[in-house]
């Protein structure tokens, strides 16, 4: 089945530490995209890629980092510079170039402090 | 003033009821317009995906838009319990960026 899988489902970080998301996708869709989920305030848009090795920041970056290695992945870094990053992190991709197309999400990463 | 407003309800109706869900949006450049459906602990999902304005029927779902008034709608006729679930609206103005609502949270009582 294609789709996208995030993993792991739930993830808890130490003070100090820095965590990786994994975004995998077998769409062959080229854009990856990074969101933050908080409760009332929506989704935030972290970063995003359009193509492989590169990619651009969004709208809350900082404490974040990504990679664009392969077509299919697009992992999350959340850095210790990253004060609070207790939240609901969506994975999306989608098609370019052929009009604008909506986005499919994975079923997200839950992050704790512990 | 955030770029797409929607009212976070949460909104409760009773099994086979009409739902009205509702955005609006101050960007007129925005020409893509999306409602994905999100149940809890999970990804969003896409619902319906509609271009300019005008409406789109699928099922038991229609997508309405009114680019004058800059306020779209999503209406689920004869609801059903497995329809509870928050709904976010999306909007694109051809861009890199989508621009979310907040959600609105359903729940239908059977």
């Known amino acids: 089945d294609g789709g996208i899988t995030q993993s792991p489902k739930y993830l808890f970080r130490k003070e100090g530490q820095n965590v990786t998301l994994s975004c995998e996708q077998n769409?062959?869709?080229?854009?990856m995209y990074w969101y933050r989920q908080d409760p009332g305030q929506g989704l935030r848009l972290i970063y995003y890629?359009?193509?492989?090795?590169?990619?651009q920041k969004g709208d809350i970056a900082e404490g974040y980092s990504v990679s664009r290695e392969k077509k299919e992945s697009f992992p999350l870094t959340v850095t210790s510079a990253q004060k609070n990053p207790t939240a609901f992190y969506l994975c999306?991709?989608?098609?370019?170039?052929?009009?604008?197309?909506?986005?499919?999400f994975g079923d997200g990463t839950r992050l704790s402090i512990l | 003033q955030k770029e797409v407003e929607q009212d976070p309800g949460p909104l409760s109706v009773p099994e086979g009821a009409i739902v009205s869900l509702n955005c609006t949006y101050s960007?007129?450049?925005?020409?893509?317009f999306m409602w994905y459906r999100q149940y809890s602990r999970k990804g969003p999902e896409l619902l319906m995906y509609?271009?300019?304005?005008g409406n789109k029927e699928d099922g038991r779902f229609t997508a309405q838009v009114d680019k004058s008034s800059k306020y779209i709608s999503l209406f689920i006729r004869d609801s059903q319990p497995s329809d509870s679930a928050t709904y976010l609206c999306?909007?694109?103005?051809?861009?890199?960026?989508?621009?979310f609502g907040t959600g609105t949270s359903l729940t239908v009582i059977p």
């Open positions: 999306a991709s989608s098609v370019l170039g052929q009009g604008n197309q909506p986005q499919h």
């Open positions: 769409l062959n869709h080229d854009a």
């Open positions: 890629s359009q193509i492989v090795n590169d990619f």
């Open positions: 960007n007129s450049a925005f020409q893509y």
């Open positions: 509609t271009y300019s304005s």
């Open positions: 999306a909007m694109d103005d051809t861009g890199n960026q989508f621009y």
